[in-house]
């Protein structure tokens, strides 16, 4: 096979040459975090801080040194404004608002619950650029999104990008210290026989769910008329990661417990960068109500119900919804 670097990718895919540096940028970070992850027991970087996040959680140790390895490899890059992180409060601006400098939300290490049992992990990012000279445009818009993108740290590093139009895959290459192209074009299994929940909210879900849910688990003698298996790491970018490979669908629905804060995952960097791929790979992303693309955000760290995977299921729920 042909061996095409990220960087050979990103000359002919990324359109502006500026946009491809800030992609290096983010993947030198997501190259850096691996590193972390793989050495967190021998560094002593296992447990938790006293440090508590804008979502009131208890930060882990690479929680923060996450974070601050995204701001070290990306706010050097003159053509970005402003980092919309998970683990900070406020929108960090490293340069003034401009119209089409570049504004990257990231979750810097996604499902880090799982970093002390040694599962898979992740960080994802948006790219997206200012409408405006404003401030007060930061705020991306789904539909507007350059590029997304999530790295997984399981067995191997993988970097998977889309810019829209088609989801591409690269594996970290220990003996280069490169990313190599090694799943072009990944396209979400249009059928689905696996379906991934927190089944231990299943008390506070809404009657959609609890039927979408009771009916797959009804097997092939059920209204959908075939054996569901069920999958949960408690890591979105794990559970997107097999789905584009593998099919299926994952939901983190918005139920009678989480409503007040709108549901668990964020918008801007755990929904909309996922949904931007799953789409991008032939699948579907919603609410319930709308696509998630088009989920309008008027806060940094906003909530979601999501629902992502194959096609036929998406569907089927938006149905029920309506
Ligand atoms: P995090 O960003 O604090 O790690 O939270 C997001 C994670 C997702 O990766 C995962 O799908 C979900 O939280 C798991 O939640 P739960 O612990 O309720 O199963
Ligand atoms: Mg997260």
Not at 116 to 135: E, H, M, N, P, Q
Not at 241 to 269: C, M, Q, S, T, W
């Amino acid at each position: 096979m042909q061996r095409i670097t990220l960087t050979e990718y990103l000359a002919r895919n990324a359109g502006e040459a500026a946009l491809a540096d800030l992609i290096e940028c983010i993947a030198s970070a997501c190259w850096s975090i691996s590193n972390l992850v793989n050495v967190s027991a021998l560094a002593g970087h296992q447990g938790s801080t006293d440090e508590i996040n804008p979502h009131g959680e208890v930060q882990k140790p690479l929680d923060i040194l996450a974070d601050e390895v995204f701001v070290r490899s990306c706010s050097a890059n003159a053509n970005l404004s402003a980092l919309i992180s998970e683990e900070v409060e406020e929108i960090t601006w490293v340069n003034p608002a401009q119209t089409g400098a570049y504004v990257l939300a990231y979750d810097p290490l996604d499902g880090s619950s799982n970093l002390d049992v040694d599962l898979s992990v992740g960080s994802i990012f948006a790219v997206s650029k200012l409408r405006s000279d404003s401030a007060e445009d930061v705020l991306p818009n789904g539909r507007n999104l350059l590029c997304s993108g999530y790295a997984i740290y399981g067995p191997s590093t993988m970097l998977v990008l889309t810019f829209g139009d088609q989801v591409d895959g690269f594996t970290l290459d220990d003996s280069t210290d490169s990313f190599v192209l090694t799943h072009p074009n990944m396209k979400v299994p249009q059928q689905a026989c696996e379906f991934a929940i927190n089944v231990s909210r299943q008390r506070h879900w809404d009657e959609t769910i609890q039927s979408y849910v009771s009916d797959c688990l009804k097997g092939a003698v059920g209204p959908r008329q075939k054996a569901f298996n069920m999958r949960w790491t408690a890591s979105m970018v794990a559970d997107v990661h097999r789905i584009l490979i593998r099919g299926g669908v994952f939901l983190y629905p918005i139920d009678a417990e989480n409503a007040a804060a709108g549901g668990k995952l964020r918008l801007l960097y755990e929904a909309m960068p996922m949904a931007m791929i799953v789409e991008a790979g032939g699948g579907g992303a919603t609410d319930g109500r709308i696509p998630l693309i088009d989920v309008v955000a008027t806060t940094p760290h906003q909530r979601t119900s999501v629902i992502l995977g194959a096609r036929e299921e998406i569907d089927l729920i938006r149905a029920a919804y309506s």
